[in-house]
C-alpha cells in the first residue's frame, strides 16, 4: 500500500523568508502524480503545485517550488518570500494515474508565518 | 459559478441517530470522493464513485454509506454503527478523462457527536 510521510507537524518562518516542507512516499508504481495542498484555517482545500513523476523537471508555481526526488521518493515543497497568507496546514498526497486516482494524505505540517 | 457544495456546515447527532452530509458539484465531473479529517492526522478516504450507481469503499469504510444516483450528487450518510463520528468531512471531486488529475474539495461538514 501506498503512504505518504510529512515528518514535521509544525514549521515556523520569518516573512520574506525560505522555508521548506519535506514529504517522503513510498510506493512500487513507476508512473503516480504527487500534490501540495494548503488548507487554510477557513478549511478550504486549495492545491498547490503538482507533479507527475515521469517529468524530471521540477514543478514551480509563482513563489512555489518543489524538489522532487524519485529514486528517494522525496517530494518537497520550498515557498520563497513567505508572506503572512502562506500560514495554513500544507498536505503532501499521492495518487496513481489509472482507476479513480485516490489521494493518499500525509499527516500535514502547520506552518505559521512571523511578522 | 462551477464548484462543489456541502452541506450542512456544522452537524450535530446525538449518539444512535443517522444523519446524511450533502455533496453537490457541477462541474460535470466523473468522480467523487469522501474524506475525513481528524486533528492531527491526514485525511482518510471514506468512500468513492467513479460512475453513477457505483461506489467503492475507501480506507475507513465502516459505519458510512453513500449512494450516487445522479452524477451530480454524492450523499454520505453516517450511520450509529460508526464509533466516533465527531469529525471534519471534505468531499471532492475530479474529471477522469483529463490528465490533470486534481481533486476539488468542497467546503467540508463539522460533525459534533453530542
Known amino acids: 500500500a501506498q503512504t505518504v510521510t510529512q515528518s514535521q507537524p509544525e514549521m515556523s518562518v520569518q516573512e520574506a523568508e525560505t522555508v521548506t516542507l519535506s514529504c517522503t512516499y513510498d510506493t512500487s508504481e513507476s508512473d503516480y502524480y504527487l500534490f501540495w495542498y494548503k488548507q487554510p484555517p477557513s478549511r478550504q482545500m486549495i492545491l498547490v503545485i503538482r507533479q507527475e513523476a515521469y517529468k524530471q523537471q521540477n514543478a514551480t508555481e509563482n513563489r512555489f517550488s518543489v524538489n522532487f526526488q524519485k529514486a528517494a521518493k522525496s517530494f518537497s515543497l520550498k515557498i520563497s518570500d513567505s508572506q503572512l497568507g502562506d500560514a495554513a496546514m500544507y498536505f503532501c498526497?499521492?495518487?496513481?494515474?489509472?482507476?479513480?486516482?485516490?489521494?493518499?494524505f500525509g499527516q500535514g505540517t502547520r506552518l505559521t508565518i512571523n511578522p | 459559478d462551477g464548484g462543489i457544495t456541502q452541506s450542512p456546515k456544522y452537524l450535530f447527532r446525538k449518539e444512535g441517530q443517522n444523519v446524511t452530509l450533502s455533496c453537490e458539484q457541477n462541474l460535470n465531473h466523473d468522480a467523487m470522493y469522501w474524506y475525513r479529517q481528524d486533528p492531527g492526522q491526514g485525511l482518510r478516504l471514506i468512500y468513492y464513485?467513479?460512475?453513477?450507481?457505483?461506489?467503492q469503499k475507501g480506507d475507513i469504510a465502516e459505519g458510512y454509506s453513500v449512494s450516487r444516483e445522479k452524477k451530480e450528487s454524492f450523499p454520505l450518510t453516517v450511520t450509529s454503527a460508526q464509533k466516533n463520528p465527531t469529525a471534519f468531512y471534505l468531499c471532492a471531486s475530479s474529471n477522469l478523462g483529463t490528465a490533470v488529475n486534481e481533486q476539488f474539495f468542497g467546503p467540508g461538514t463539522r460533525l459534533t457527536v453530542l
Open positions: 498526497a499521492y495518487s496513481i494515474i489509472q482507476g479513480a486516482q485516490k489521494l493518499v
Open positions: 464513485s467513479q460512475i453513477v450507481n457505483d461506489f
